[in-house]
């Protein structure tokens, strides 16, 4: 059975930063594609960061460029999005996926259309 659990969200003042964790199980790291989604009240859901664990290739949304840095323990079959310099607009629930690897031309779209599994979410308030 395929798990991805999110944690290490909450409420956090502008400025501040958090760790988020996406623990999965059910399909081997080496293989997969993991990325953090995130959806705002009255938003549509998107892509923030992704990382492959083959070559470990990332990409991050422009907004967060800078700020937000995604890696992954192989060991503790875990994904980790580190976030500083939060700002109130980040504030949303964050998601992680997965997808199996396979050719990609363009690592963003290969990560933002056609994830398999989800995680139920961890939500991250900032505050002004």
């Known amino acids: 059975e395929v798990r991805l659990v999110e944690s290490g969200g909450g409420l956090v003042q502008a400025g501040g930063s958090l760790r988020l964790s996406c623990a999965f199980s059910g399909f081997p790291f080496d293989y997969y594609a993991i990325g953090w989604f995130r959806q705002a009240p009255g938003k549509e859901r998107e892509g923030v960061s992704c990382?492959?664990?083959?070559?470990?290739?990332?990409y991050y949304e422009d907004s967060v460029k800078g700020r937000f840095t995604i890696s992954g323990d192989h060991a503790k079959n875990t994904v980790y999005l580190q976030m500083h310099s939060l700002k109130p607009e980040d504030t949303a629930v964050y998601y992680c996926?997965?997808?199996?690897?396979?050719?990609?031309?363009?690592?963003?779209?290969?990560?933002?259309?056609?994830?398999?599994?989800w995680g139920e979410g961890t939500l991250v308030t900032v505050s002004s």
């Open positions: 996926a997965a997808r199996e690897l396979s050719y990609y031309g363009d690592f963003r779209k290969f990560c933002t259309y056609g994830m398999t599994y």
């Open positions: 990382i492959s664990s083959s070559d470990g290739t990332t």
